[in-house]
T-cell receptor
Framework: DVKVTQSSRYLVKRTGEKVFLECVQDMDHENMFWYRQDPGLGLRLIYFSYDVKMKEKGDIPEGYSVSREKKERFSLILESASTNQTSMYLC???????????FGQGTRLTVV | DAKTTQPNSMESNEEEPVHLPCNHSTISGTDYIHWYRQLPSQGPEYVIHGLTSNVNNRMASLAIAEDRKSSTLILHRATLRDAAVYYCILMFSGGYNKLIFGAGTRLAVHP
């Protein structure tokens, strides 16, 4: 079974902290994604990586950066966490051209 | 990216069929129609996809209009476990794409 693993299920951070959300996939997929999900707003794409060291902004990249140094790992970075970044964060991976994307269980981040 | 339009919510009774509609009037010839669902407290999961012909799998059926401007996800016998948010997504067939989700349809299933 394909697995997409997010490092934490729940996280509480303070305003201004630098926050790293880690995502690892075990199927050698080229594409990886970071989304946030908020009530009433659905899933919104933050960043997308189509290969190692390659990234593309999604719909809401402001306040976030990403890192993909190895194919299996895609990190989302909040340089200075703010309360409006309190949200559920979801990571996904997919092979280009394949119909199915695989999602992690999500990280619920609370910034206080 | 071509957009999709879905009803915000739908309701069904257990054991009854459910037809979840999706409009995608600006679909291009190379876009596949994908459906995902998100169960409570979980990440989305793939349900089914198609290009032009109707498709069936163990989870659901996908009926695609002849002009491809709309499609319908069919759950033949809804169970309580089918209560979820269902997303209709258009995805370019080749290369990479951003996998953009809309708001989806929240399906409630009543016993």
């Amino acid at each position: 079974d394909v697995k997409v693993t997010q490092s934490s299920r729940y996280l509480v951070k303070r305003t201004g902290e630098k926050v790293f959300l880690e995502c690892v996939q075990d199927m050698d997929h080229e594409n990886m994604f970071w989304y946030r999900q908020d009530p009433g707003l659905g899933l919104r794409l933050i960043y997308f990586s189509y290969d190692v060291k390659m990234k593309e902004k999604g719909d809401i990249p402001e306040g976030y950066s990403v890192s993909r140094e190895k194919k299996e790992r895609f990190s989302l970075i909040l340089e200075s966490a703010s309360t409006n970044q309190t949200s559920m964060y979801l990571c996904a991976s997919r092979e280009p051209g394949a119909p199915e994307a695989f999602f992690g269980q999500g990280t619920r981040l609370t910034v206080v | 990216d071509a957009k999709t339009t879905q009803p915000n919510s739908m309701e069904s009774n257990e054991e009854e069929p459910v037809h979840l509609p999706c409009n995608h009037s600006t679909i291009s010839g190379t876009d596949y129609i994908h459906w995902y669902r998100q169960l409570p407290s979980q990440g989305p999961e793939y349900v089914i996809h198609g290009l032009t012909s109707n498709v069936n799998n163990r989870m659901a059926s996908l009926a695609i209009a002849e002009d491809r401007k709309s499609s319908t996800l069919i759950l033949h016998r809804a169970t309580l476990r089918d209560a979820a948010v269902y997303y209709c997504i258009l995805m370019f067939s080749g290369g990479y794409n951003k996998l953009i989700f809309g708001a989806g349809t929240r399906l409630a299933v009543h016993p």
